[in-house]
């Protein structure tokens, strides 16, 4: 806690008050509520518009702040309230900032500042936001966490931030809500109308984990009421049959925590107000299922760590193997109760050791139980009850009309899954017509364990899997397969198919054989299992099955071989190393056991055996991928830490694809797990005394920019203490330098660049090899392309991403450039071909290009364009010829020249000193990337630094040219290796895909 300035804050507050000021900043001055009440000018100061009080202790607002209703600007960052109340009064507030308090929830009259611009609420606990919000028109930008919001406004909120929810929020009761808006009005009070109108019901998703034999199964039929009965074993202990996969069962609780029913389970029930609704979710404990499992973890569950106390050290193990799981998979936004089975309670498991190990769940008691016996059963169901009924937590569901009788149906339905589109048409039965809203209610449906809808991948969206215990123990009955088990993981499909179609161990019943390929599917769609090709047949074609999680043990004998100890003959090697880390910033890698199963899966088709499944090198902490430049990756998860090896001819981009499909940063997969790129020093690590490092020292490539940035030749290597050159750094382990290109290949741009002339008379008697350099040419065009696609690939976006900007004024910076014709064309992503050489038309012009005046801005972005669209636009003016033909269109041959010269005059343009409001701009502009961040994620000179400036270049080209062609110039959405491509249906006349 900070000393309060109070002589500073009394001497600022003082001169306010004399001089009448408008604006009062009393920011980082260690100030206590207490401390302001004491000072009387301050409730004095009503005619305040700016209140800074940044950065100080509050716990509550000053007295007297309601009747500062004046304010405008009201700044309340990094204290400690954990109410706002009064804040409702402030009519004329614009623009209100909360950020990192300890706020839990809203006044409900925060509805009644309707001037209201902007608010920020990030880092605050929130549980829910009043309803009244919703009728704020004039609210703009709202700033939270969603972690902790109630599941049908988190829904909302994950569908497109705050314009989903609040448009969500005003659909619920509106008219009721602005009654409620008006007797606040009227009364200037909350006395007896604080609360939102009724909550429709509770409800949770409570996830069973632990060791197998550890009683799940007992204990949640104990919690139903249910008589349990078991077996016991030699050793005394009693046992129940292991559940193949998984069980989902319903208990509904009252607020006191008793049972209101015995309910089956699979019985479908109609959402109650009266009751405690637990969805619960009975995970299997053999060690096989985790991987499968925690694809099911919600941050919002309860959990319940079940385990024996035997006094061994297994059983203790096991249960922080489970925990370690949640705290990655949830964020650490679990709440978890242990649960001690048998009536036995470990005087060596305490709770305080265990919320010290996983500071960031939340831990609700250790409980002792018995499940046969029933002891401590009641207790456990009345900590659930308060859990769930708390109105600070996010159990509270305030579902729209319609939602109920949707709910019903999709419970009841006879089906194990629906397409997506499916149950739209039930909701549209049902009175729920919007789209946004219909997604919302199955996100929440899934947020509260009803049934599983993986949006986070393509083809998971388009599925809404109403049992998932019937994916689950699928998948676990190739598990627990003997054969799949001794072929590791390779599965024939008609030996599959048998396995379906038997009795499970449990007696539970086969799988009918018409949904054999719907389970393949929905294996492939949650990163478990792929059909590998063999030669003729695509993906999804095979008659074998590769389980990821099961392949071998130990590396392949073959491995030697396919990567030898020397690098080979002209190729060279880079190094990375790869770390994972939550996001409290802790120090400690996190640990990623199951990163090598997604990469076997996402990098199946650069895998040894993409065509013979025979020649794939992966096992149990690594895998071996080349690409089509025989550039060649051994990937290997030594520890916590990812370690990858690069050989490569020319460039190392094959690097990029890795770092791509690991995903981690923003893939849902990893729930906010952070990754840090390191580059190996290789220099000073490799001297004598260093020698143990093995050219492992490690360098951020975070610190390497940074110190670009700021001019730094060189960066601290933290293993061995030593400067290294970044130049010396970046030549040897550098994946996204630009690459140098051949002097004859220079030349040869150099002259392209002119325009005007036939570029193979002038150049064919000067160069040997000109096919060879055409084809080099056209290579570079397509790793541009590639690292440009690469980098803003998004598996949940299937919009285009490659555009050119060129200005149609030929003198364009002697005309001012405060508006502008420019031609935006768009590119169909296989062939690199621009969509006007496919010669469709769209109305009476010509379909690929969209010309519009704009602003100067587009003179940034044109230059973000600049590299792709140079190289690109010169592989078409070599027309073919390295394929020995032309497949350029004759037609479009001026075109391209016109283009090209644009090209070479915008670039001679940009470098122009004399042009001093071009200059001005630039630099403007450039200013502003720095702010960003020196490299973006290409880090390539040309495509634009910052990855946010970036990222503005693709969304405003989609802007402009979706309001002219909302079909994209023609281009069809494609997806290939869990990726989205737009493609042009005629794309092969142009040649082969990127």
Known sequence: MSIPNLTEAQKRIHFCHRKRRNHLNLAELGLRTA??????????????????????????????????????????????????????????????????????????????????????????????????????????????????????QRSAWKQKAWPSLKKHLRMTDSAITREMLAQHRERHACDGLEAAPTITFYAAKLILIGDKGHGKTCLQKALRGLQVTEKVGKDGDTFSE?????????????????????????????????????????????????????????????????MIPRGKDDADRGLHRWLELVQRRTQGNARVLVICTRGRQDASLKLEDLQREFPQLTFHGLHVVDSV???????????????VSDKKGPYAQRWQPGWAGVFQALQGHAEQYLSCDEVRGICDKHGIRDGDAQEIFIRTGHLIGTWLWREDTPAGKGVVVLKPEWLNRAVARVLDDEPARKAHGVIRLDHLKKLWLAKARDGAQPFPAETHNMLLQLMEINELAYRPKRPGQKH???????????????????????????????????????????????????????????????????????????????????????????????????????????????????????????????????NGLKKTRYLSCSTACRQPRHDMMNGQGRISEDACHENLKEGFPAVNCAS???????????????????????????????????????????????LDHIAEVVTTIRDEARAHAKDWMNAFSNREDDRPRLFSILPVEKEWWKTGLMETEVDITIWCEWSLAPVPFFGEKYGKDGRGTLRVKVGREWVKHAKRAMQFTKFALLAWKTGGLAAGEYVLPAEWKPKVDEWSKTQADFEKALQDDTNKELRAYLKQADEADVEAGIFSKL??????????????????????????????????????????????????QFGRKV
């Open 540 to 670: 999804g074609e095979g008659d074998l099955l590769l389980m990821t999680q099961m392949v071998q043990e130990l590396p392949p004998t073959r491995l030697d071989e396919v990567w030898p100890v020397e690098t080979p003959q002209n190729y060279r090697e880079s190094r990375r190393t790869i770390l994972f880390a939550d996001q409290s910033g802790s120090l400690q890698p996190g640990e990623v056991p199951e990163l090598i199963y997604l990469l076997i899966f996402r990098l199946r088709s650069l895998s040894l055996g993409h065509t013979n499944p025979d020649e794939a090198i992966h096992w149990q902490h690594g895998l071996v991928v080349s690409d089509k430049n025989h550039s060649m990756a051994r990937i290997e998860l030594k520890e916590r830490e990812l370690h990858i090896k690069l050989r490569y001819l020319r460039n190392d981009s094959l690097f990029d694809l890795i770092d791509h499909q690991i995903g981690a940063d923003t893939d849902e997969c990893w």
């Open 35 to 152: 401390d302001l009440d004491a000072v009387p000018e301050f409730a004095q100061l009503t005619q305040l518009e700016f209140l800074d009080l940044t950065g100080n202790e509050l716990t509550e607002l000053p007295r007297g702040l309601s009747r500062f209703t004046q304010l405008r600007w009201l700044g309340l960052n990094f204290n400690r309230l954990a109410s706002v109340g009064g804040v409702e009064w402030l009519h004329r507030l614009e623009r209100l900032y909360l950020r990192d308090n300890r706020v839990i929830s809203l006044p409900f009259a925060i509805g009644l500042l309707d001037r209201l611009v902007e608010l920020d609420l990030t880092a605050n606990p929130l549980g829910e936001l009043p309803l009244s919000m919703g009728l704020l028109d004039a609210l703009e930008h709202v700033a939270l966490e969603d972690s902790q919001l109630i599941p049908d």
């Open 373 to 387: 016996k029933g002891t401590g059963i009641p207790k456990l169901r009345r900590e659930l009850a308060g859990i």
């Open 720 to 766: 061995c203490n030593k400067p290294v050159k970044l130049e010396a750094l970046f030549a040897e382990c550098a994946t996204q330098q630009v690459t140098l290109l051949d002097s004859r290949i220079t030349t040869l741009i150099e002259q392209m660049a002119e325009g005007g002339t036939d570029w193979q008379r002038t150049v064919s008697g000067k």
């Open 939 to 988: 880090g390539v000179a040309g495509y634009g630094l910052p990855k946010e400036q970036d990222a503005k270049f693709i969304h405003t080209m989609r802007e402009l040219f979706v309001k002219h062609d909302s079909e994209w110039g023609g281009l069809k959405p494609v997806l290939e290796e869990s990726r989205w491509y737009r493609v042009h249906p005629k794309w092969q």
């Open 242 to 306: 292991s559940t193949e996969g998984m069980n989902r069962s319903l208990l509904r609780l009252d607020k006191n925590g008793r049972v209101l029913a015995q309910l089956d389970a699979d019985a479908h029930v109609e959402p109650g107000r009266d009751g405690l609704d637990f969805h619960i979710w009975d995970m299997g404990g053999q060690h096989d299922y985790r991987h499968m499992h925690q694809m099911l973890f919600s941050p919002q569950a309860i959990y319940l760590a079940v």
